[in-house]
Structure formats: C-alpha cells, structure tokens
C-alpha cells in the first residue's frame, strides 16, 4: 500500500512538471477570444486538476475579454480541462462508471472511482476465471482485495513518464516512443 501510494506520488510530481514544463499557454500580451475579441493578458493562475495519477498543480496564463466578461485561458484548451477540475482520463473513467455526480466532491474522487472500478466481485471473477494473467497499469490505483489478487500483475508507467519528461527536455520526438 505504501508502495502504491509512493509511486502515485512520484507519478503525479512528474505529471505535475511534464503539464508545466511549457510556456503555461503564455500567447503575448493579448489572444483572440471565442468570438473574435482581443482578450488581454492578466496574470498565471494555479488550478487543481485531479488525474489518474494524483491531483496536479497546473499553472496557466489567464486572459481576460473585457466584451463579454469572461476568461479566456489557451492551455485549458490545449489540455481540454476548460471549466473542469478533472483530467479527460478521469472524466472518460467516470462515464464508463456513470455519471460524476458521485464523485463531485474534494479529495476522496479517486479513492472512490478507483473502488468502483475494481470491486471484490470483480477480483472474485477474475480469480475464479479461466484468466491466467490481467495486466493492468499503475495508473489505477487497486482496492486492496484486487492488489492481493495472484492473477493481477501491475506494471508501473514511472518510466514511461520519466522517459517522455527526459526527451521533452531534449526536444526529441515523443510520438515515436509509442510507435517504436
Ligand atoms: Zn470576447
């Protein structure tokens, strides 16, 4: 448990870097709004992002359009986090379990859609099942009844990660670490 819950930490802290390791969505002084104004830039604004790994500080630079009143922030549009505290990885997670109601509120999100992602019935069939093997990734984190199952081996993506942050910081292709 101490495991996990280290290298979810280490997950999250190389995510959180990877996310601000560009110019924060800093376009100069003004960007065009979504309908056609000059929106000008006001400061970078912090936001809390939970994703699979770990909730993330995010640093974005903020634009205001003084015409309609609103924000306008180009790296939650980059990152399709506009109006939304949750990663798309969350969000798609939490459609296949229905619904984000349930986990709408504070820090337990993940503990929670974890739990109903991997039930004990779900671990009872898998041990019971013709499986020999599930492979799963670190990206979720198990109930503990999943992590005592045999037939689940977890594969740890810290890596992975730490490989894409590497090659970012060397302007050397990422896509190709997917394809190779
Ligand atoms: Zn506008």
Redesign the pocket.
């Known amino acids: 448990m101490a495991i996990r819950a280290a290298s979810h930490r280490i997950g999250g802290s190389l995510l959180e870097r990877l996310l601000n390791a560009d110019g924060k969505g800093y376009q100069g002084g003004a960007v065009?709004?979504?309908?056609?104004?000059?929106?000008r830039f006001v400061e970078h604004r912090g936001k809390e992002l939970i994703t699979v790994l770990a909730p993330v500080s995010v640093s974005r630079a903020y634009y205001h359009?003084?015409?309609?009143?609103?924000g306008?922030i180009p790296k939650d549009v980059a990152l399709d986090i506009v109006d939304t505290g949750f990663s798309p990885g969350v969000r798609r997670m939490m459609g296949q379990v229905g619904g984000k109601e349930a986990f709408e509120d504070g820090g337990k999100d993940l503990e929670v859609l974890a739990g109903v992602l991997v039930t004990t019935k779900a671990v009872e069939r898998i041990s019971d099942s013709a499986l020999d093997e599930l492979v799963v990734t670190d990206t979720i984190p198990l109930s503990p009844a999943a992590a005592g199952c045999k037939r689940i081996r977890v594969l740890s993506i810290a890596g992975l990660l730490a490989e894409t942050m590497l090659r970012i910081s060397n302007e050397d292709s990422v896509s190709s670490l997917f394809v190779e």
């Not at 065009?32 to 929106?39: I, V």
């Not at 359009?65 to 609103?70: D, T, W």
């Open positions: 065009d709004c979504a309908k056609g104004h000059r929106a359009c003084e015409a309609c009143g609103e306008v």
